[in-house]
T-cell receptor, first 109, second 114 residues
């Protein structure tokens, strides 16, 4: 079966750095997405990786290693508004998007 | 601003009473999706339309139906809601279904079944 694994919950301090990991086992790979979802709201797109390496976008960066089936989302200079769930999703060989259950990130002052 | 709109944001229905959720988009995207998301779970794809071509997920219950009368609108019909159908229903759009195609989500409709 196809599977996306993320930690259920993480806690970090305002101003700090946090890394949210995602591992995947899918039938084929056509890219990996990270979405942010605030409680009770819709997911919003953060990043897309299809090649190995780091993609940086402001305070957020996303890393991919296809050989390890692994990605992480790095959030720097954490702000209270970053408290949200972060969902990892992988597009498989049939171009289906397989979603993880998300990591709930709690930011403390 | 181009966007994905869902109405209503909150819907209360009774057990077994049909309900329709609506989604509209001003992005002129070819693909529209309906997802069901329960608390702390991954979004579950129910079906999607590529233009007028309807694609049903194998495990989507027959209780769920969809209509897309034109490019801009898509509806989710739940024929006989059960307590287990209480969830957030998310509509999303994309230009296509290729590798880098990003899905854009509406704000969701939270369905409560009494």
């Amino acid at each position: 079966g196809q599977n996306i694994d993320q930690p259920t919950e993480m806690t970090a301090t305002e101003g700090a750095i946090v890394q949210i990991n995602c591992t995947y086992q899918t039938s084929g790979f056509n890219g990996l997405f990270w979405y942010q979802q605030h409680a009770g709201e819709a997911p919003t797109f953060l990043s897309y990786n299809v090649l190995d390496g780091l993609e940086e976008k402001g305070r957020f960066s996303s890393f991919l290693s296809r050989s390890k089936g692994y990605s992480y989302l790095l959030l720097k200079e954490l702000q209270m508004k970053d408290s949200a769930s972060y969902l990892c999703a992988v597009r498989d060989s049939n171009y289906q998007l397989i979603w993880g259950a998300g990591t709930k990130l709690i930011i403390k002052p | 601003d181009a966007m994905v709109i869902q109405n209503p944001r909150y819907q209360v229905t009774q057990f077994g009473k049909p309900v329709t959720l609506s989604c509209s988009q001003t992005l002129n995207h070819n693909v529209m999706y309906w997802y069901q998301q329960k608390s702390s779970q991954a979004p579950k794809l129910l079906f999607h339309y590529y233009d007028k071509d309807f694609n049903n997920e194998a495990d989507t219950p027959d209780n769920f139906q969809s209509r897309r009368p034109n490019t801009s609108f898509c509806f989710l019909d739940i024929r006989s809601p059960g307590l287990g159908d209480a969830a957030m229903y998310l509509c999303a759009t994309s230009t296509g279904t290729g590798g880098a195609e990003t899905q854009y989500f509406g704000p969701g409709t939270r369905l409560l079944v009494l």
